[in-house]
Structure formats: structure tokens, C-alpha cells
């Protein structure tokens, strides 16, 4: 069985009944800046169709916006064709957006999508720049970035997220 997408509305209706319980698949540090009251953390680099919980509830995976959600959903529906998940569409942004609380911790990290992007635009121009100024080798560092980026938007795997993802600063709870 693949998985399902599910509305922010119909998460909470199943959690008010019962009968769905929530996994983040964000980082650590995601996790403690800000998540859905009750859900337990199973971050995607680590996570395994054998660490989820034996329950007979629905379990609904969420993350920041849905991407990394989804990519859990096909990591753990490939390993075990069997479970039965959900993907909270939108993620956490998504829940917020439909007025529904999360609980939110004293920890302030970026999202590791905006860190990502920080990250990729401050080489990207500082190569450019370099390039143009100095010397055009350095021209070939966003080219280098738009490479990974197109193999990122083709592969739905973006190495410098999984890289990030290990910093220590999103592994701080």
C-alpha cells in the first residue's frame, strides 16, 4: 500500500477522535523550536519502516512544508509495502495556516529549507562576484550550485539538506 495525502482538517478531527497518532521527520532542533502537540520525533535521515510505532491508529507524517514528509512516506512504504501512513500535506506550516496550535519551545533554528537556501545563495554570489571582480574560475562554484540544485529538483534528494540535516546546531534539542 502507498501511502495518502491528508489535510491539516482531517489530521485534527482523527487526533480529537483517537484515532491518528503524529511523527515530525524534521531535525532535532526543528522539532524543539515548534511542533504538533503530541507528536513524537523520527527524524527522515534515520527513520525506518521498523521505527514506527505498533498501533491501530493512522499514523500521519508531517515536516516543515510536506516535502520531507513525503520523502519519508516513500522511504518507509518502499521498505515495507505492508504500512499504512499518511502525509500531513503542507506540514507544519500548513496546520499552523488552518488555525490549529503547535507547542513552541525556546529554541529559534531556521528551517533547514531556509537554511539551505541561505546557504546556496550566499555561495552562489559570493562565487559570482568573486568571478566577475577577480577571477572567472570562480564563476564555476554557481555553476557548480545550479548543477546540484537541478539534480535536486530532479531527484527529490538534496545533498546539501542531508548534509545540513548533521550540523550540530539542528541537532541541539
Known sequence: MKFENVTP?????WL??????????????????????????????????EDLP???K??????QKGSRGNSACVKITDQNSSVVIYNLVGGIEAWQEAGNAVKEGKSKVLPLDRQVQITIGSLALAGSLTGYFHDPAFMLLPAFLGAGLLFAGLSGTCGLAILMAKMPWNQKV
Open 58 to 63: 493512522k499514523i500521519v507524517i508531517y515536516c
Open 9 to 13: 482538517t482531517e489530521t485534527k478531527q
Open 16 to 49: 480529537e477522535n483517537g484515532e491518528a497518532i503524529l511523527i515530525d521527520v524534521r531535525e532535532p532542533a526543528e522539532f524543539a523550536t515548534k511542533h504538533i502537540q503530541g507528536a513524537t520525533l523520527l527524524p527522515l535521515g534515520k527513520i525506518t519502516s
Open 54 to 56: 505498533e498501533t491501530d
